[in-house]
């Protein structure tokens, strides 16, 4: 099996002594790469949609499509558009021909017969591009992903804020309908504001210096994660109980903070009327146990899948009023894989949901 850490190399020549000579030359290179062979674009075009290679090298002159075609093919195509190419010709050698080579969207020139010493430099340069672009490409599609998640979490509560806050002033100073529209509006207003702490901590996780462990006493913690959310929790009529047996862990206090609220978040999420959520800590020989239990409307095989690894579309819960915040329990998993933990969720459809984690007692 292929490890994910070699890079992939599709080779296009329509001449199998120039498709030998190219792999036995790659191969004699220190760095190991898979190499996948073409001996025309249009085979060289599907192997390069199914397999996605790091880079391509492929010759000019073939029957049919030539180099060039198959280069604007492949960079007409916004799937396969940014993986970089290497022309390899021993005719089109021109200062025209590398010209028209560059504007097809060829990222470099190689001339045959080409040096080995010069291949491997070229290869070397122009993966460490590739993985530039690829750097880059994850950054815009965060960035994409955020602004998208702003955009759709933050409209409901900004515009449920601002409808309460009208029908607010429209009331009578005195009124029980104006206490319960304030008590709805510091509920929104505390969802939004633990959206935006996510998101920012979201931005600055894959930043290490952004960690910081110290020891650190549970208690305080999940009491106040208890305290989160309070108005949802009593609208609903919810029981809050908290079993704690209390430690000295070594963590870093805001981001265990963030990630409990997370887990409180979700369990309100996933919780009927007059359910029972419970918040409970388990100390065992070199670690504590951190629970988060409901006895809600529990999660599917694939709905857990896709809350740890938010590959595929958020979708409400159907059996709730409630809003997922997108991002909170993926963040919880980052926070947990900074900590050298891992949440674990076990659920049953109609019996409820148990997340947990555990993180190390303080030696000292």
């Known amino acids: 099996?292929?490890?994910?850490?070699?890079k992939k190399i599709l080779i296009v020549d329509d001449e199998a002594n120039n498709l030998q000579l190219i792999v036995e030359s790659i191969e004699e290179i220190e760095q190991k790469y898979d190499i996948l062979l073409a001996n025309n674009a249009i085979k060289a075009l599907g192997i390069t949609k199914k397999e996605m290679p790091d880079l391509i090298i492929t010759d000019w002159e073939m029957p049919g499509i030539d180099g060039i075609d198959y280069i604007k093919l492949v960079k007409s195509d916004e799937q396969i558009a940014h993986i970089p190419i290497l022309m390899c010709t021993g005719v089109m050698?021109?200062?025209?021909?590398l010209k028209a080579a560059l504007e097809?969207?060829?990222?470099?020139?190689i001339r045959k017969p080409f040096d080995k010493i010069e291949l491997n430099a070229r290869l070397n340069s122009t993966m460490k591009l590739?993985?530039?672009?690829?750097?880059?490409?994850?950054?815009?599609?965060?960035?994409?992903?955020?602004?998208?998640?702003?955009?759709?979490?933050?409209?409901?509560?900004?515009?449920?804020?601002k409808f309460l806050s009208k029908s607010t002033l429209e009331t009578g100073q005195d009124s029980s309908a104006m206490q319960d529209?304030?008590?709805?509006?510091?509920?929104?207003?505390?969802?939004?504001?633990?959206?935006?702490?996510?998101?920012?901590?979201w931005i600055k996780i894959p930043n290490t210096d952004f960690y910081?462990?110290?020891?650190?006493q549970l208690a305080p913690i999940l009491e106040s994660a208890s305290t989160f959310s309070k108005t949802a929790v009593d609208e609903r009529q919810i029981e809050l109980k908290l079993e704690i047996e209390d430690a000295m862990v070594t963590c870093d206090r805001e981001l265990i903070?963030?990630?409990?609220?997370?887990?409180?978040?979700?369990?309100?999420?996933?919780?009927?009327?007059?359910?029972?959520i419970t918040i409970s800590s388990q100390v065992e020989d070199q670690h504590v146990t951190i629970s988060v239990a409901d006895n809600g409307i529990g999660m599917s095989p694939e709905k857990i899948e896709h809350i740890l690894t938010m590959q595929k579309e958020r979708q409400a819960s159907k059996s709730s009023n409630s809003r997922g915040w997108g991002i909170g329990l993926s963040l919880a998993s980052q926070i947990l894989e900074l900590h050298r933990s891992k949440l674990q969720i076990k659920s049953q459809e109609g019996a409820g949901?148990?997340?947990?984690?555990?993180?190390?007692?303080?030696k000292s």
């Open 1 to 6: 099996m292929r490890e994910n850490s070699i």
């Open 93 to 97: 050698v021109s200062s025209e021909h």
């Open 104 to 109: 097809a969207g060829a990222l470099d020139f």
């Open 130 to 161: 590739a993985d530039n672009i690829k750097k880059v490409r994850d950054l815009n599609a965060k960035k994409e992903r955020i602004l998208s998640i702003i955009a759709h979490d933050l409209r409901t509560p900004i515009g449920g804020i």
């Open 181 to 201: 529209a304030l008590k709805k509006i510091e509920e929104e207003a505390s969802n939004t504001y633990e959206l935006l702490n996510n998101l920012l901590i």
């Open 212 to 216: 910081h462990p110290e020891i650190v």
């Open 257 to 276: 903070a963030s990630t409990i609220r997370n887990l409180v978040s979700n369990a309100i999420k996933f919780s009927k009327k007059d359910g029972r």
């Open 353 to 362: 949901t148990t997340m947990h984690f555990t993180l190390p007692l303080s």
